[in-house]
């Protein structure tokens, strides 16, 4: 029983961010390792790590345990550096444990794998 309970929040979670998504026709499923750097309201940094799981030429998709909102402006870099630009959330969806988050770069990435 309790294997059943698993898969049901894992199907959840992936589907809050699947359905977020699929708001933005152009998205693309990929995975690619981020790290989420966002500034607290005491002047804390907040990070995160988690995966890039869709994207588009300017907006990617991730789930995340930061306390996101929107218009939040967060740092996104992947392990080997290529990848460090700035967002900010454009869109949120609740999951159980998870938020699915959109965010969209601040300016053009030019290294990004999905041009516009």
Known sequence: MRRTANLATASHRASA???LAELFPSATPMRI???VSVASGKGH???ESTVIEFGTSMIVFFESRL???LADKLHLENSDRSLGTDAVV????DGVSHRAIAARFVAEVRNWIIQG
């Open 17 to 19: 961010l699947q359905s």
């Open 33 to 35: 390792s981020i790290l």
């Open 45 to 47: 940094l907040l990070e």
């Open 67 to 69: 306390p996101l909102d």
């Open 90 to 93: 454009v869109a949120v969806r």
